[in-house]
């Protein structure tokens, strides 16, 4: 099933921090979370594992609660070049080491000047 | 430079015809996928191969079909079977073997039906 994240959508100024929440009803082993920028290909921001440590990109960071099956990505000080959309994946495994990867609806962040 | 490679990246078809999007990768990965992205709707699966001449369907397959003769290929065909085709595709690859690993996505093809 589709993770769900919130919110749809965030409008910051620059310098604003944000977070994006993305939850599970299926247990989660790894959130993954990748950014597009409108008409272009996601690119990978980051992966969070099962008992691993916080993952950080520039001044993008981002928690796992397992037992909550949640993940929380955080901009801290927004620019500009933060605006897109974000997504998070879930791996499902479907057999030997196959990460089947299920993204989320995703959370459109603009930030304006 | 290593990536992935899909063409065309606008495309225009009339209904009842199918059309073949095409996913080249030169990073040795094994497994490769493709998605389908509608606006406000995220990336919905529609197949993913382990490795060569094997392929599963994903969430969204009815309409859809692909082929896996090359670790470098793989190609989608959007059938006329498809109600809705109308929609930008993405090629990923990955390599299995690094739990989980990282997708590496192409430019994406728009596809248009008229």
């Known amino acids: 099933q589709q993770p769900v994240q919130s919110p749809q959508a965030v409008i910051l100024r620059e310098g604003e921090d944000a977070v994006i929440n993305c939850s599970s009803s299926k247990a989660l082993y790894s959130v993954h979370w990748y950014r597009q920028k409108h008409g272009e290909a996601p690119v990978f921001l980051m992966i969070?594992?099962?008992?691993?440590e916080q993952k950080g990109h520039e001044k993008i960071s981002a928690s796992f609660n397992e037992k909550k099956q949640q993940s929380s990505l955080y901009l801290t000080a927004s620019q500009l070049s933060y605006s897109g959309t974000y997504f998070c994946g879930t791996p499902q495994y479907v057999g030997g080491a196959t990460n089947k990867l299920i993204f989320g609806t995703g959370t459109l962040l603009a930030v304006q000047p | 430079d290593g990536g992935i490679t899909q063409s065309p990246k606008y495309l225009f078809r009339k209904e009842g015809q199918n059309v073949t999007l095409s996913c080249e990768q030169n990073l040795n990965h094994d497994a490769m996928y493709w998605y389908r992205q509608d606006p406000g709707q995220g990336l919905r699966l529609i197949y993913y191969s382990q490795i060569v001449n094997d392929f599963q369907k994903g969430d969204i397959a009815e309409g859809y079909s692909v082929s896996r003769e090359k670790k470098e290929s793989f190609p989608l065909t959007v059938t006329s079977a498809q109600k809705n085709p109308t929609a930008f595709y993405l090629c990923?690859?990955?390599?299995?073997?690094?739990?989980?690993?990282?997708?590496?996505f192409g430019e994406g093809s728009r596809l248009t039906v008229l």
């Open positions: 969070l594992l099962k008992g691993g």
């Open positions: 990923a690859s990955s390599n299995p073997l690094i739990l989980p690993g990282e997708l590496f």
